[in-house]
């Protein structure tokens, strides 16, 4: 028969209400240190495991969060949801992760399969403005957090990137090596990544001189295939010596559009993506684009969601990361062409 909490206690020589203590992560800081890790090791040694459906029936919290992706395949999405997960393990919480699909599709069957297992709180990243999955949430009066996309409202807290400037980064440093015929390849406008980075984008052009050009077309999803029907029609309609891609997706598939048309990169086009997901370092060339600190992203979205649980009523929170432009090799200056 496996130990029960008296036996731990017992075993550890303190109270059976400071092994409780002890024994969970989000009240583990009320007990001193040294005692803590006794009591843990102790746990541990005799292979004891918390109840917690027995801690759900009396405190009313399952220690459960729904974290909803748009795709879950994109991987852009693994650090974010390694950051949530470490913020959530951090406070005792533990995530249930669902994918809605790139179009969003699923979100509103999802949030309601999520709430009938009673989670504590929602944290998601498939906002778009006006989002009707947001409102149900608050509707129920769940606790929620959006992460890498924000509402248009102000709903809900959120923790995002500062999508507008890091499109600036992008486009000056495009300028910087001295283009001026600069294209985007745009993300959903139904997003706030897309709207704000091609505001970024536009912004920065205006603010150069170079507003004329204005060159931008937006894909229909975050995607490679989207990125390259997009790029196609950006290098059809306009001549253009270098793009700012709004994420690396869809800058990898501006790569295989001018590829396509017998442009190389960045001898006849430079890139610039956005995010810098995992691998884009490895690709030929490797990929010059905006970091985003998608780890700490996460990090902040399960803390101020479970501050939210925990704290009713207050007031929503935005955080604003700041972008770092990394340049790798799918950028160069237009006057080494042929050199």
Do not use: K, W
Request: hydrophobic share 45%.
């Amino acid at each position: 028969m496996p130990p029960n909490l008296q036996a731990v206690a017992d075993a550890a020589g303190v109270h059976r209400s400071t092994a409780s203590r002890a024994l969970n992560p989000s009240t583990r800081h009320l007990v001193a240190g040294d005692v803590a890790l006794r009591i843990v090791e102790t746990a541990r040694r005799l292979g004891y495991r918390r109840d917690g459906l027995a801690a759900s029936l009396r405190t009313g919290r399952t220690r459960l969060v729904g974290v909803v992706l748009p795709d879950i395949s994109n991987p852009v999405f693994g650090p974010i949801l390694r950051g949530v997960e470490s913020g959530l393990a951090a406070a005792g919480y533990s995530a249930l992760l669902a994918n809605a699909g790139p179009g969003g599709e699923d979100g509103l069957r999802l949030i309601e399969e999520l709430m009938e297992r009673r989670v504590d709180g929602l944290i998601l990243a498939t906002a778009r403005h006006d989002d009707p999955v947001l409102a149900a949430c608050l509707d129920a009066g769940t606790p929620t957090v959006l992460v890498n996309r924000a509402d248009a409202r102000g709903r809900a807290s959120a923790v995002v990137s500062d999508d507008h400037a890091g499109m600036v980064l992008a486009v000056a440093h495009l300028a910087g090596l001295g283009h001026r015929r600069i294209g985007h390849l745009g993300g959903p406008q139904d997003v706030s990544t897309g709207a704000l980075r091609r505001a970024g984008f536009i912004a920065a052009l205006r603010a150069l001189g170079l507003e004329s050009e204005n060159a931008c077309v937006a894909a229909i999803a975050y995607t490679r295939e989207a990125g390259q029907a997009a790029a196609e029609d950006l290098l059809a309609r306009f001549d253009v010596s270098a793009i700012a891609a709004a994420n690396d997706l869809l800058a990898l598939g501006a790569y295989r559009a001018c590829a396509a048309r017998g442009l190389r990169v960045p001898q006849d086009v430079s890139i610039v993506g956005h995010n810098d997901m995992p691998l884009v370092d490895m690709v030929e060339p490797p990929l010059t684009t905006i970091r985003i600190s998608h780890v700490a992203m996460g990090e902040e979205a399960a803390r101020l969601l479970v501050r939210e649980i925990e704290t009713p009523g207050l007031s929503p929170e935005r955080i604003v990361t700041p972008p770092e432009l990394v340049v790798r090799g799918s950028t160069m200056s237009p006057s080494l062409r042929g050199a």
